[in-house]
DNA sequence: GTCGCGATTTGCT
DNA sequence: GCAAATCGCGACA
């Protein structure tokens, strides 16, 4: 993407480009592991306002994981949502009161998908964002299934988008077992930057 | 229709 | 360390 349609949208230098359903069509350990270090940018459309922040840390969710909305091929209700276009957002809620934000994953019609457990905002702030945590990072930025549900994460001119940012060398990224679930409890397919501030847990055992 | 629970967070003991 | 808050959805009647 051209710099001055960087300078449109106001994105710090090192956003880079937006990453496409390409990055997305794929199986989605690795997607989860890749996207740490890129960037999530909140935008508000009412106040112009924007946020740009660095996804810290990720879990998995496959068709054939127990863990799964969609495990055993199932379809329909918030469960449909994991078989549409990679690169769509999927936002459920848990517990009643809180949102989970996933970007979907692998080609279409195959059940997957990414939960966002962390990110870090990269511009100061005068009052610091609490988006460490699933939960917490839906409430701070005002992502709601209701309003995001399904938008596309891979366009620009959505209110949430998905941009390059930096690449993270292995040596920087822990792996462990998923937090808060009891199905599938075992599998290590939790992904975070070993040395953020914002992730969500940190006495996990890693692999 | 009723029941139980969950990819969480918070506050109190 | 533990329980409460709160609701969409699946399982069962």
Redesign the pocket.
Known sequence: MDNHVLKHHGLPENTGKILTAAFFRRDTLSVARDLLGRRLVRRDEETNRIIPCQIVET?A?TANDP????YGG?R????ET?YKAPGLA?V???????H?L?VVTEPENVAG?V?F?AVEPILSEDEPL?T??????C?ALDITRDFHNEIDLTSADSPLSLWEGEAVPDRRVAQTT??????AADYPWRFYIADSAYV?VKDKKKR
């Open positions: 879990e969710y863990a799964c909305h969609a199932r329909g209700g918030r469960a994991l999927y459920y809620l848990i517990y009643g009161m809180y989970c996933n998908a939960l457990r609490k460490h945590g699933p939960g917490r990072l409430k998923r937090i808060g679930i009891t199905k969500s």
